[in-house]
């Protein structure tokens, strides 16, 4: 960026001169995934101090053009990702057809007794034992979204053995024979809960998409899988198909 004047009585805020300045900077100079310069530099360019830069860069953060990675500097977002649910929606699939990489790193694999909430969408006995099976994916190896998936442990007594990484959906198809269809999606905005904000890399004080879905084998119609995902809520355009 070369040097800008910001006009003081204009009656406009300074930070949203800078701010403004700053994302017709980003469509004409910038790419995704690039770095800003530092505050101290840009604060020095625009002739105003930190904090006025700071809130500056404050309101294109919350606008989704920017986001601040701890230790690293500022850098420009992509485009939200337009990511479809639909009665057969697939995670890799879905990134794979808008040319991304996908990456997935399993968190926790457990049996557990399902509580009332699961063990209601999975059609079994509350106490019943379940399968929770946590994992985190990334595109590009950045972070996109964290999954808890909730599956019968009498459907699949052997799930948490096979399962090793890669798509959940494709193993139950290969080894269960599921031909997966998802019923239900309940999408909201929330604030990141446990350390879904670290692993997000994130602010605790930024929403996340939490997405409740319940999947089940078209072959009988039961519930397979209780799945909630918690998507970055600045990287991802959900798009509903019936």
Not at 3 to 15: F, N, P, Q, S, T
Not at 54 to 75: N, P, T, Y
Not at 130 to 150: A, G, N, Y
Not at 153 to 173: M, Q, T, V, W
Request: with cysteine; glycine share 8%.
């Amino acid at each position: 960026m070369s040097l800008y004047a910001v006009i003081r009585d204009k009656g406009e805020a300074l930070y949203a001169q800078i701010a403004r300045q700053i994302e017709q900077d980003i469509s004409r100079l910038y790419a995704p995934g690039d770095s800003l310069p530092s505050e101290g530099d840009l604060a020095a360019q625009f002739g105003v101090n930190r904090h006025t830069l700071r809130r500056a860069i404050d309101e294109l953060v919350d606008a989704g053009l920017l986001e601040r990675r701890h230790g690293r500097g500022v850098f420009v977002l992509d485009h939200p990702l337009d990511y479809q649910i639909g009665s057969s929606t697939r995670f890799t699939e879905n990134l794979a057809a808008l040319g991304l990489q996908s990456g997935n790193r399993i968190l926790r694999k457990q049996v557990l007794p399902a509580t009332q909430r699961a063990a209601e969408r999975l059609n079994i006995a509350e106490g019943d034992s379940m399968v929770w099976i946590e994992t985190l994916r990334t595109t590009d190896d950045r972070p996109l979204c964290v999954i808890s998936h909730f599956l019968p442990k009498n459907r699949f007594p052997d799930i948490e053995e096979r399962y090793g990484g890669g798509s959940l959906h494709e193993l139950l198809a290969a080894e269960y024979g599921c031909q997966i269809r998802r019923t239900e999606s309940l999408v909201t905005a929330v604030l990141p809960q446990g350390d879904d904000a670290r692993l997000l890399e994130m602010p605790q004080n930024r929403p996340v998409l939490r997405v409740k879905s319940v999947n089940v084998d078209d072959r009988d119609g039961a519930p397979v899988e209780y799945a909630i995902t918690r998507f970055r809520a600045d990287r991802i355009q959900l798009r509903i198909n019936p």
